[in-house]
């Protein structure tokens, strides 16, 4: 995790300072892509652990960025080096839109949370398929299409190592939908619907 040292500007753009872990930005470079709450920005200024990043107004209104303050923890991750071994699913940072936390649930070591999503992603999402939040790659579990809801289970680890456990009811996450399913989604969407023009 990092948390927000500062944000300047207009709600048109807005310069982001993230202080990051020590060692985080160990070797990095202006231009390199560093994902903030599972969006893709590009770093444009850095001094020790410290990075600046510009965030435009589209990204200010289709993430939670937009509404993040001053000493807010974000989710962070560096750009994987090809070779590097992948822990999960590949992310790309780009966020199509944001759930909201209905139902948090924690049960001894079980913590499960309940996100309400955009009904025009529905066609996107499957049982045990997974979906970017925050810029974690998580499981999605008891989906409800008509509803517009789903449920992610959070082992211990994940609370402890993101900004998940902090979390309350009606918090906003950025969400990720999987590129290659949307790809063959829309794809077999269009070619179906060429065929009965034909």
Not at 10 to 18: G, H, M, V, W
Not at 124 to 137: M, P, T, V
Request: net charge negative.
């Amino acid at each position: 995790m990092g948390e927000i040292a500062d944000i300047s500007g207009s709600e048109a753009a807005k310069r982001f300072l993230i202080k990051f872990p020590e060692g985080f930005l160990h070797e990095v470079e202006t231009g390199a892509s560093i994902a903030i709450n599972g969006t893709c920005l590009t770093l444009v200024e850095f001094d020790g652990n410290r990075g600046s990043f510009d965030v435009m107004g589209e990204t200010l209104v289709k993430t939670n960025l937009g509404t993040s303050k001053i000493g807010d923890k974000v989710n962070v991750e560096r750009s994987f080096k090809v070779g590097d071994e992948i822990g999960g699913h590949p992310m790309s940072g780009h966020i199509a839109g944001m759930a909201e936390v209905i139902l948090i649930d924690a049960d001894g070591e079980n913590t499960t949370m309940r996100f309400l999503y955009p009904q025009n992603f529905s066609k996107y999402l499957f049982e045990k398929g997974f979906i970017g939040l925050n810029g974690a790659s998580l499981t999605v579990t008891n989906l409800d299409k008509n509803a517009s809801v789903f449920t992610i289970w959070f082992i211990p680890e994940t609370l402890e190592r993101t900004t998940f456990g902090a979390l309350q009811i009606g918090d906003k996450v950025n969400m990720e939908i999987d590129s290659q399913t949307q790809v063959i989604v829309d794809t077999v969407e269009r070619v179906m619907k060429e065929a009965g023009n034909s």
